[in-house]
Each structure stands twice: as C-alpha cells, then as structure tokens.
C-alpha cells in the first residue's frame, strides 16, 4: 500500500499560478502511471495530467499549455505547476498512482481561482 499526501492547493486570482505536490510515503517506480485529477462539486472527477513510463505526458485539453505534471525521484514527490490559472480550474486536485496492487489515491487538495 502507498500512502499520499497533496499539498500547495490554496486561493489564486485568474492569472495566478500554484504547484500542487504529492508525497509517496515510499518510493514509486517510475514505470508506475502518475495522474493527477481534478473534481468540482457535482461534477465527476476528471483526469488533468498524467506521466507514463517512458516520460510520456497527456494534458486535458483546456489545461494544455498551461499544467506541467513532473517528478522528484529522490523525494518521492509528484508535481502539478499551474501557470495562468482560470476560474475554471478551481476544484479538489487528487494525485494518483497506478500500481500492480491497484490504484492509489491521495486525499485532495483545494484549489480556488477567483478575483
């Protein structure tokens, strides 16, 4: 089992950037899918980011251009930077592994953009 924790969500202006982290409380082998998601209230939780083996990054289309998913190794870390942010990008960002045992899930982080 694989224990994560997210952090740096919090309140930004339109424009704003924030870089949300995920902690592993182990290591995670870089052949393991990473994903970050997003979910606002009543809607379905929708996936914005994901590194696969290799180094292969996938974006949701609206975060494209804006949203880096990215990793620290030696710190078992998980990375989001979210540059130009947008209302619309408020929400709970989950982080996720996908490992041989089954899926992991962290458990949210807040992100508001208002003005």
């Known amino acids: 089992q694989v224990q994560l924790v997210e952090s740096g969500g919090g309140s930004v202006q339109p424009g704003g950037s924030l870089t949300l982290s995920c902690v592993a409380d182990?290591?995670?082998?870089?052949?393991?899918?990473k994903n970050w998601y997003r979910q606002t209230l009543g809607n379905v939780r929708e996936r914005v980011a994901t590194?696969?083996?290799?180094?292969?990054?996938d974006y949701l289309d609206s975060v494209q251009g804006r949203f880096t998913i990215s990793t620290d190794d030696s710190k078992n870390t998980i990375f989001l930077q979210m540059n130009n942010l947008k209302v619309e990008d408020s929400g709970v960002y989950y982080c996720?592994?996908?490992?041989?045992?089954?899926?992991?899930w962290g458990q949210g982080t807040q992100v508001t953009v208002s003005s």
């Open positions: 996720k592994i996908e490992t041989r045992a089954g899926p992991y």
């Open positions: 182990r290591s995670v082998p870089s052949f393991y899918t």
């Open positions: 590194l696969k083996i290799g180094g292969s990054r």
